[in-house]
């Protein structure tokens, strides 16, 4: 299984500081594991492949989302929330 | 054995849970399980139906391309679902339960996601599709966009391949099955989808539209890379040299090859066609679509006897079809026929 922060992708914006801040504070208001969060969202983006091959949530720079900075990382960090919560 | 080895954590007796095939079904028990609905009640249709209403009609067309195909694909892939439950599910397989429990999550979630194209097209773009309510009530027939181009030529060909390889079919019958669902179907055509949608959302930003498509795009994933496992099973087979595995690479590489051309069409009918004004920009497409065939067909399977030559020529071939094709005539056709049906319906 992937860590978030171990995963290949070519748009990444946003460092690896402030992705394991993100999955931090996801995990908390989640109540969950850090490394939890961190894995469920790599393979959202690598479907356990180990490389970003998700574009529909890696490119959706949809430029609405100020948030994420089209970082596909954060971008799948907020789908999993969104999916929490369905 | 001691009884007290026995925790949770170190797996189950009759299912593997060390398997791939148990991973993704676990990934699809603890991501593939979004409501539509409630995902559609949380983020409501408002905004999205504000950015449809100030669209001109063109770009609504260009969308309304890409959504047909969408719902009726994910339609023809659910009712192809339970054939991959009865396929997995043959001595050609080494019978294990986790592949039968992955394919019953993936019929789960291709369901969902006609559900969901269902109520965004219903309850947003429902001025693009005037028969669309006739069409569902008849039990899937194609949307007249999706019948014009080659997508809807792929999916009755899917359903074909399908059926063959769920009864009594052979290992090749059912890597040309798989390498059309899993590579062409969910790996291209769907994905070649993501990234037109993710130009088109920069000019027209429909925001549950793309909430939609991320939680698709995420479950297709897991699709896509169980169909790969199934294939790479087939092809290990017939190296090691057992006999009726032979052909598989062969089958995988000719329907890859038959494919492209449906896909290039489609490509060219939701872009050029009819003038790309929310600038997708087919040649990126066209692009796109090789790198990630190359990817699965060479990197991951990395299939035997296969020439990029052979393959960029089918796709060149169905360009150049593609640009002389009168696609508004078969449009006008079926809108014909569908009018008729549903004047007789009314009757
Ligand atoms: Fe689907
Ligand atoms: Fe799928």
């Not at chain 1, 992705?19 to 996801?26: C, F, G, L, T, Y």
């Not at chain 2, 359903?159 to 390498?179: E, K, S, Y």
């Not at chain 2, 995988?252 to 009918?269: L, N, R, S």
Request: glycine residues 8%; charged residues 30%.
């Amino acid at each position: 299984m992937t860590k978030l922060t171990d995963i290949e992708g070519t748009d990444f914006t946003a460092s690896d500081e402030e992705i394991e801040a993100a999955v931090e504070d996801a995990a908390a208001d989640l109540g969950m594991a850090p490394e939890r969060v961190s894995e469920e969202v790599a393979y959202i983006l690598d479907s356990g492949s180990g490389r970003v091959n998700n574009e529909g949530v890696a490119g959706a720079a949809v430029g609405s989302n100020a948030d994420t900075h089209d970082d596909p990382r954060l971008e799948a960090l907020d789908v999993f929330k969104l999916r929490q919560e369905l | 054995m001691d009884a007290s080895d026995s925790t949770p954590e170190s797996g189950a007796g009759r299912i593997d849970t060390d398997s791939t095939y148990y991973e993704l079904y676990q990934k699809s028990v603890e991501l593939g399980t979004w409501d539509a609905e409630k995902l559609v009640e949380k983020v409501g249709f408002e905004e999205d139906r504000e950015v449809w209403e100030s669209l001109a009609d063109d770009e609504k067309e260009q969308w309304a391309r890409v959504i047909s195909y969408f719902i009726d694909g994910e339609h023809a892939v659910a009712q192809d679902a339970r054939r991959i439950m009865t396929t997995v599910s043959t001595p050609w397989f080494d019978r294990s339960i986790e592949k039968e429990m992955f394919a019953s999550a993936l019929a789960l979630e291709e369901a969902k996601h006609t559900q969901f194209f269902d109520l965004y097209l219903s309850n947003v773009m429902i001025d693009k599709f005037p028969q669309y309510e006739l069409d569902t009530r008849r039990g899937g027939v194609q949307i007249p966009r999706t019948d014009a181009c080659g997508a809807g030529k792929m999916f009755d060909r899917q359903g074909t391949l399908q059926a063959q390889a769920a009864h009594g079919g052979d290992p090749v019958d059912i890597a040309r099955a798989a390498t059309n669902y899993h590579i062409g179907v969910e790996g291209i055509l769907a994905r070649g989808g993501y990234f037109a949608k993710n130009r088109m959302m920069q000019e027209a930003p429909l925001t549950l539209l793309n909430k939609g498509f991320q939680f698709i795009s995420t479950d297709e994933g897991r699709h896509i890379t169980f169909g790969l496992e199934l294939l790479e099973e087939l092809i290990e087979k017939e190296r090691q040299g057992v006999p009726e595995y032979q052909g598989v690479q062969n089958a995988i590489w000719e329907q890859a090859v038959e494919d492209i051309g449906y896909i290039t069409d489609t490509g060219y009918f939701i872009t050029g066609d009819i003038g790309d004004p929310l600038g997708v920009d087919f040649d990126d497409l066209v692009n796109r679509g090789a790198r990630l065939a190359g990817d699965m067909l060479f990197d991951t399977l990395d299939i035997d006897n296969a020439q990029p030559r052979d393959y960029m020529q089918a796709a060149a071939d169905a360009m150049e079809e593609a640009r002389d094709n009168d696609y508004g005539e078969v449009i006008e056709k079926y809108d014909h026929i569908y009018e008729q049906k549903k004047q007789a319906a009314g009757d």
